[in-house]
């Protein structure tokens, strides 16, 4: 089970993810990365591998990725990480805390 920990000023409300909840999170941004961010990087020649959905202890994600083709080796290749991949996935997916490149 996964835990999702939303404050507010007066409480902090704690949601309980079941294994099928977490399937179908991590399909929907499997889903939006094909949609949404893949068709980008392969106009440049680009793409991405997804290697890992990682559970913090604060119950949110850290998704592990790598770029390839030639956004595996672009100079921009760090600006196109976390100005693009991930501030698209953490303003649609607030419980994605951010990616990591291997």
Do not use: W
């Not at 996964?2 to 399937?23: A, G, H, P, S, Y």
């Not at 999170?25 to 990087?41: K, Y």
């Not at 698209?88 to 419980?95: A, H, T």
């Amino acid at each position: 089970m996964n835990i999702e920990e939303t404050q507010n000023t007066e409480t902090t409300e704690i949601k309980v993810f079941t294994v099928e909840e977490e399937l179908k999170f991590q399909n929907e941004v499997l889903s939006f990365i094909d949609e949404r961010i893949r068709p980008s990087l392969m106009m440049d020649g680009g793409d991405m591998t997804i290697l890992d959905f990682h559970k913090l202890p604060s119950g949110k994600y850290q998704i592990f990725l790598e770029l390839t083709g030639a956004c595996g080796h672009c100079p921009s290749a760090n600006f196109t990480l976390k100005m693009g991949v991930e501030r698209l996935l953490v303003e649609n997916f607030p419980i994605i805390e951010g990616v990591v490149a291997n």
